[in-house]
């Protein structure tokens, strides 16, 4: 049993193994993630019920072992060195003449021109990370240790082992018996950014970057929060070894490769010191592009015997160099945090910076995002702060350097008044809806109340509505916008409408044509399609796509500003906290004024029409209950509702109408008491009768199950009358009843919804009490009847 279990084990491993080399090494998976679990899982169980066969190179011992108390010391047998760096073109070139010099005799005679011979160079990128060294021994990982100081490393042997990309048991054959790989941890962007969201979740603190963020993951003295952690080993060398290599660097990590070790995908070979600048130019221009920081890229001399011969100076190869791309981050001060008044009134934190080279460019502002940014970083006017430039990226604050923190550093305080308008400011929690629970987020944002009073909105607000792909105002640059709010000419976009000639041509920069010019365009917008408008009007988070699908869904400027929240919902795309920054946009008594004024001003709207066929075709009961976020109702539910009441009215009879919403099939006990909940209180019922007549309103094609007489309370719903009524006879009692969409049966059953019993109730009546059918005097009928107006 026991053999055949171990030769399972084997197989599995085997096959888990290869599945591994192909996705991490090799990028191409050869199995679904659903096979590869059920063979994971498969020699989990088997591992858990032969304890004996658990061996430390199985794959299934990633997870993370005890923690320790301290790290052990490792000896690098062969030390780990470092790099020379070269920042220039001149630096490279330098480099590479020291290494044809070194080289001497031993480099074959250049061409009869007498340019020289070239020189092979390995090139890879220089990864931002920590430099590693993995031990394997007859092909089984058996120790990771940092570099240290070189000489002597730290054990991070358990937390190798939680490093996905790194085999346990090398792939293939014909490895050394020992062999010592190096190569870099690093973190990915991506694992980097879910590394710290996950820690502004859990209200902990981040990483400043990925490079920090793969250290302080590999130094965890409990391997089962490296195991935790996102990250990556690559492979650019080797250490001791014993038994037979190829002779060149790149041969070594193609064999590497075919071991099971991740080696770069950018791995090249440069044929002289151009093609080496030529690749550093290739790969600076990938830079931002790729899935990981790098710092620069290494150039390695590719023969093993040129580089025994040029042998190391001090503690660099004089065979090897990297070759650094500027840097991304300095060090600067922090002069003063500034206010800035965006579009739609927030204001917010901008870092003033003594200047500093960054990346090529000079920086003396960065964003601060919001005060919780500021807050979080713990920033402080006269601190000296980390600033990064990556790419086309806005420069932004890294980290604050407290020891460097002076005695009088001031704290950030936000602005009680407007810094433009004077306004005041007024801080707003940030709330998230989801399913229309509306829930304050942790975040917190800082607006100016002023709106188009304040000079900074109206400016961020008309500069935006004359854009390009909104009402396409040629000849309206910011600065004429400026200008134009500075001297009061333009208060609301409405006003551009009423610039006369005299206004315009006594403004700075305009003389008669121009002047002329700029009239025409502000008349030539005065017919905009429904979408450019609606996305000039500014909503916040309304953008382009937004507005063309409101304008083609709802098809008319009354209907999108008429929507409620849920309605817009209906839209694909359009999600409840969106749905209600648009309505509140349209309850606002400002913005209707502005619009009114604008139609006024001769502003027509064009492609108005009807409702889309596609929207107005996509309205249900079902969707609508749906929609109201009643508690335990979920799509299902709302179906099974739907279905049984046959219409909003019934919906809410069947509510309160204990009796009858028990029996009703397909609810569960937490969804009756929803709905019984939800519509006990009158302001939820009269808003679902509001949205219902608002999809009615706008001509949506209103589908409700087929087989109830939709729009009546007592629809789908079986009565029985028994006995003698006085008020009226049975056959009114009857019409009456099926007036409200009820069938009336002559005997009682199972499917009886409710008896109505008068004097004299004999057999009938004893079957509802058998059946526990709901039973009516002839008072509560004649209430019941009352209620519903029947
Ligand atoms: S080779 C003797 N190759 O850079 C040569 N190093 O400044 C040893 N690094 O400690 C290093 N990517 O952590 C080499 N492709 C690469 C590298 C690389 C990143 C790091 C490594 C090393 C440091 C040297």
Not at 12 to 33: F, G, K, M, T, W
Not at 36 to 56: I, M, N, Q, T, W
Not at 74 to 84: A, D, K, N, T
Not at 143 to 161: C, F, L, M, P, Q
Request: proline share 4%; net charge negative; aromatic share 6%.
């Amino acid at each position: 049993m026991t053999s055949t279990a171990a030769q399972r084990i084997e197989q599995l491993r085997v096959a888990i193994n290869e599945h591994n080399y192909r996705y991490y090494v090799l990028d191409e998976p050869s199995v679904p993630d659903a096979e590869y679990d059920r063979l994971f899982k498969e020699l989990k169980a088997l591992e858990e019920a032969h304890p004996e066969l658990v061996s430390l190179d199985s794959p299934t011992q990633r997870v993370g072992a005890e923690a320790l108390s301290a790290f052990g010391q490792v000896r690098h047998e062969i030390p780990m060195l470092s790099l020379g760096n070269a920042f220039a073109e001149d630096d490279l070139r330098d480099f590479d003449r020291r290494v044809r010099e070194g080289l001497g005799e031993l480099l074959p005679a250049g061409d009869l021109f007498g340019a020289g011979a070239l020189v092979e160079y390995a090139c890879e990128p220089k990864l931002d990370g920590l430099a590693v060294s993995l031990l394997y021994e007859n092909g089984v990982l058996v120790r990771g240790a940092t570099r240290g100081d070189g000489s002597t490393g730290e054990d991070i042997s358990s937390n190798v082992r939680t490093v996905r990309n790194i085999p346990l048991r090398l792939h293939g054959e014909g490895w050394p018996r020992v062999l010592e790989v190096r190569g870099e941890v690093f973190m990915s962007r991506a694992g980097f950014e879910a590394l710290n969201a996950r820690a502004i979740e859990a209200g902990g603190k981040t990483f400043a970057n990925p490079r920090n963020a793969a250290a302080g993951s590999l130094r965890q003295l409990d391997p089962k929060v490296t195991a935790s952690r996102p990250l990556e080993f690559c492979s650019y060398g080797i250490g001791q070894f014993e038994g037979e290599l190829p002779d060149t660097h790149t041969g070594i990590l193609e064999a590497l490769k075919g071991w099971g070790l991740p080696i770069s995908h950018e791995l090249q070979l440069a044929r002289g010191v151009d093609e080496a600048l030529a690749y550093y130019r290739v790969i600076g221009a990938k830079r931002d592009s790729l899935a990981y920081e790098i710092d620069g890229v290494v150039f390695k001399v590719n023969r093993l015997d040129w580089q025994r011969e040029l042998g190391f100076r001090a503690r660099e190869p004089r065979w090897a160099i990297a070759h650094k791309f500027p840097a991304q981050e300095e060090l600067t001060e922090l002069l003063d945090v500034e206010f800035q008044v965006g579009r739609t009134g927030a204001v917010t934190p901008v870092a003033r910076l003594r200047p500093v080279q960054v990346a090529g460019v000079t920086v003396s502002n960065a964003t601060l995002h919001n005060m919780d940014e500021v807050a979080r970083l713990g920033l402080m006017i006269g601190d000296t702060v980390i600033i990064r430039r990556a790419g086309d990226v806005i420069p932004q604050v890294m980290q604050v350097v407290l020891e460097r923190r002076p005695a009088d550093a001031r704290p950030v305080a936000i602005p009680q008044s407007c810094p433009i308008c004077g306004s005041h400011v007024e801080r707003t929690q940030l709330v998230k809806r989801s399913k229309g629970k509306a829930s304050l987020s942790e975040g917190s944002i800082y607006r100016c109340v002023g709106r188009l009073s304040c000079q900074a909105q109206l400016k961020q607000a008309i500069i935006h509505f004359v854009s390009r792909r909104a009402m396409d105002i040629d000849g309206l640059g910011d600065k004429i916008v400026e200008q134009l709010v500075d001297v009061e000419l333009v208060k609301s976009p409405a006003d551009l409408y009423t610039l006369s000639f005299e206004q315009v041509v006594g403004l700075e920069g305009f003389a008669e044509l121009s002047t002329r010019n700029l009239l025409a365009a502000i008349a030539a917008s005065r017919q905009p399609p429904l979408a450019r408008f609606i996305f000039a009007l500014g909503i916040p988070d309304v953008g382009e796509e937004t507005a063309k699908l409101l304008a083609r869904a709802l098809g008319s400027l009354t209907r999108i500003a008429a929507a409620l929240p849920e309605v817009l919902t209906w839209l694909p795309d359009v999600g409840l906290e969106v749905a209600h920054e648009i309505h509140s946009f349209f309850e606002d008594a400002h913005n209707r004024t502005v619009i009114a004024q604008l139609r006024e001003r001769g502003v027509e709207l064009q492609e108005e029409g009807e409702l889309h066929a596609e929207f107005a075709a996509c309205a249900t009961l079902a969707e609508l209950l749906n929609k109201l976020n009643i508690a335990g109702i979920a799509a299902t539910g709302a179906k099974n509702l739907a279905e049984a009441a046959g219409s909003l009215e019934g919906v809410i009879a069947l509510s309160q109408d204990w009796l009858s919403l028990n029996v009703t099939k397909g609810l569960s006990e937490k969804a009756r008491q929803g709905l019984r909940e939800f519509f006990a209180v009158p302001a939820n019922a009269d808003k679902a009768r509001t949205i219902e007549a608002q999809l009615r309103e706008f001509g949506m094609h209103w589908q409700s199950a087929k087989k109830v007489v939709a729009g009546l309370p007592l629809a789908g719903q079986t009565w029985v009358l028994t006995g003698t009524l006085e008020a009226m006879s049975r056959d009114e009692g009857k019409a009456r009843l099926e007036a409200l969409g009820a069938k009336v049966a002559g005997s009682v059953s199972a499917k009886t919804h409710c008896v109505v019993a008068g004097p004299g109730a004999g057999s009938k009546l004893a079957k509802a009490g058998e059946l526990g059918v709901r039973v009516l005097d002839e008072q509560a009928f004649l209430e019941l009847l009352a209620q519903y107006g029947g």
